[in-house]
């Protein structure tokens, strides 16, 4: 029996979902745009700025000081040289330089790379070359997990919260109130509609924009379907804490755009926090998206096995739990 | 017999208001109960708190002598005055929706037969009349063949013809010997409909028993209406038959009606438009209230 009323609350908002034609456009359409004008938008090398990684562990040493003085290259301070060495490989870093070991790396397939080196022998000629090999990532490479990771994020925080509101608002809620449905069942079939209507669209979009761009994945497709559910899982629970009492849609939307805003900006969509300050990347990292796309994004651009995400994977549950049971506690019916 | 339900000393308090303040009655098994009261007189809060959506403050509610619980919500049928359903379900879907949240339900042909859904089982519940989504709502009240319904308002905004049409489904479903609990501020409807009513105000009781010996208790007269312009003029007259303006007319209540017709022959009033009529709930309200039904 609670099983049938589950079912049955949960095919009646996929009815809804399906036959609201301007949410789904809004769903499918949106983000394979986003993708093609960024994929058209950065197709052409056009950047001015060489972009160099130093570990230097203290002050650079005086050696590579007139190197360091120079104008339009940008100095990102790393602490994992194997890391850093990965990055030289996939063009996202110019050059790397130890500074301990007085050596540099470049990748034998960059232009930018093969000025830098010029560079480098003019104002620092004491440093070792290491050669290292790799084809470039492009932006919209880098951009996917982020432009998937965003839509997961609008489509489980408003689907949700947003939804929920409206149905207290207009009654929906106090008519189911007035049957034996639980608010348990109630809320796991929103939550697992919402669940299958986000993979479902994610994997279309994800098709879509291949079809178009032909982007990066060296990973296994299983683990990214793992990060997927439990992102956006974390990402449902969160709404669930918006959507437990308000009966105002005006003030949920609003909250739900002081949660999402930030997630836009610093959970890494479009572009990366390294070298960004560290409380800026405390505070990142205490947001589900960005867990959703780190992990994304190392099993497509990296291939990551599941064993690398794994403390991603666990922050997720985590969150999931937490803002699960804190939005459930707190529901009200009106 | 025992009641259905029964209430006792309930009390509803907001930060400052007390919306209800001490109500108590019983309903019998199969007959209409109406509570009666303009918009705001507690009637509302009153049934919320009986179907279990609101907690009183403080008193007691019964069904069956035991308190509200799982077995009521599956054998207690409900239309509020005002709720939506979900976007983009069809009528048909809806039906379907609210039958499986229920161990046992009426046959869905039955339904759609007797509250007259046929002709639109296909259409978006948004896209409907006034009159035919009260008459889903009803169907969705009725799906889980209850022992008690709550009507709350349910011919609010409706055209007349679409309120008799609601009117003529509901005795048939009082036919079936089915308990009712209708609020209203039609007192037509509740005298079509009501075999006992309870009047409130100001979140209490102020009357209670059928419409027929609340009537009888009240009033031993018989109601003369007479146009305002007839009678302005004659102070005499006004004074001395006691007559109270309501709604553009003045109003006599007489025991003796030839006598009433009399003193106003003597005083020259003008007999034009003159109505004789038996009093209504209406005029009930009125006298125990001293204020008119009608917001």
């Known amino acids: ?67 360091t003085d120079l104008k339009h290259i940008e100095f990102v301070n790393i602490d994992d040289i194997a890391a850093g060495i990965k990055k030289v490989e996939r063009h996202q870093f110019d050059m790397l330089i130890e500074a301990s070991s007085q050596q540099y790396w470049i990748n034998e397939a960059s232009s930018k790379g093969y000025m830098l080196e010029r560079l480098i022998s003019s104002h620092a000629a004491n440093l070792n070359k290491q050669m290292v090999s790799g084809e470039a990532i492009r932006y919209v490479d ?8 965003m839509n997961v994020m609008f489509s489980a925080l408003f689907g949700i919260g947003y ?121 990142a990292s205490l947001l589900p998206l960005t867990h959703l796309i780190d992990a994304a994004r190392a099993v497509m651009i990296d291939g990551a096995q599941l064993a690398d995400i794994g403390m991603n994977l666990i922050v997720m549950v985590i969150m999931t739990i937490v803002f699960m049971a804190i939005g459930v506690y707190n529901f009200r019916w009106e | 017999m025992n009641p259905i339900i029964s209430v006792n000393n309930l009390h509803k308090a907001y930060k400052q208001v007390k919306a209800v303040n001490g109500v108590s009655f019983e309903i019998p098994k199969g007959i209409c109960f109406g509570l009666l009261g303009p918009n ?25 002598g035991k308190p509200i619980d799982q077995q009521f919500r599956n054998a207690a049928g409900i239309m509020f005055q005002n709720t939506a359903l979900q976007d983009y379900i069809t009528v048909r879907e809806a039906l379907t929706l609210f039958a499986n949240f229920y161990p046992q339900t009426r046959p869905l042909d039955e339904l759609i037969e007797q509250c007259a859904l046929g ?18 709502l009803l169907a969705i009240a009725l799906i889980n063949d209850p022992d008690i319904i709550f009507l709350d308002e349910p011919t609010t905004g ?22 009712l609990l209708l609020t209203t501020h039609y007192m037509e409807e509740a005298h079509e409909l009501c075999d ?36 302005n003029s004659n102070q005499v007259a006004l004074e001395q038959l006691q007559a109270k303006s309501v709604e553009g007319h003045f109003e006599i209540l007489s025991d003796n009606v030839e006598a009433t017709i009399n003193i106003l022959m003597e005083q020259q009033v003008p007999l034009t438009h003159l109505q004789i009529r038996e009093p209504t709930l209406e005029d009930l309200f009125l006298e125990l209230t001293g204020h008119d039904l009608r917001p």
């Not at chain 1, 009646?12 to 394979?32: G, H, Q, T, V």
């Not at chain 1, 993708?35 to 562990?57: C, E, P, Q, S, Y």
């Not at chain 1, 279309?204 to 990214?224: A, E, H, K, Q, W």
């Not at chain 2, 309870?198 to 979140?203: E, F, K």
């Open chain 1, 1 to 67: 029996m609670m099983f049938q009323r589950f079912l049955a609350v949960l095919k009646a908002r996929n009815m809804e979902f399906m036959r609201d034609k301007s949410a789904l456009s809004w769903n499918l359409i949106f983000p394979i745009l986003v993708v093609m004008g960024f994929a058209f938008a950065f197709n052409t090398d056009n950047g001015d700025l060489f972009k160099v990684a130093i570990k230097a562990d203290g002050d650079i040493p005086a050696a590579i000081q007139p190197f």
């Open chain 1, 142 to 149: 880098w951009l996917i997990p982020g432009i998937l990771g």
């Open chain 1, 163 to 283: 939804v929920i509101v409206r149905y207290r608002k207009n009654g929906v809620l106090k008519r189911l109130k007035a049957t034996p449905l639980s608010a348990f069942e109630f809320l796991s079939a929103q939550v697992l509609s919402r669940l299958w209507l986000i993979l479902l669209f994610t994997a279309m979009v994800y098709i879509g924009t291949d079809i178009f761009v032909d982007f990066r994945m060296l990973g296994s497709y299983f683990t990214l379907l793992l990060i997927l559910i439990l992102g956006t899982l974390s990402l449902i629970s969160l709404s669930l804490i918006v959507a437990a009492r308000l009966s105002s849609e005006e003030t949920a939307n609003g909250l739900l755009n002081l949660l999402s805003w930030p997630m836009m900006l610093l959970s890494g969509v479009w572009f990366s926090l390294e070298g960004s300050h560290p409380l800026i990347q405390h505070l």
């Open chain 2, 40 to 64: 705001g007189a507690g009637k509302t809060t009153t049934v919320e708190m009986l179907e279990g959506i609101i907690d009183p403050t403080s008193g007691d509610i019964r069904y069956l």
């Open chain 2, 119 to 136: 002709e639109f089982l296909d259409r978006d519940n948004r896209h409907l009349s006034g009159g035919q989504k009260q008459r889903l």
């Open chain 2, 158 to 179: 409706l055209d007349p013809q679409s309120r008799r049409n609601f009117w003529e489904l509901l005795r048939k479903i009082k036919a079936e010997d089915k308990t």
């Open chain 2, 196 to 231: 006992e009513i309870a009047i409130m105000d100001n979140g209490r009781i102020i009357a209670r028993g059928t419409p027929k010996e609340l009537l009888r208790k009240h009033f031993q007269n018989t109601v003369i209406t007479l146009p305002k312009s007839n009678l």
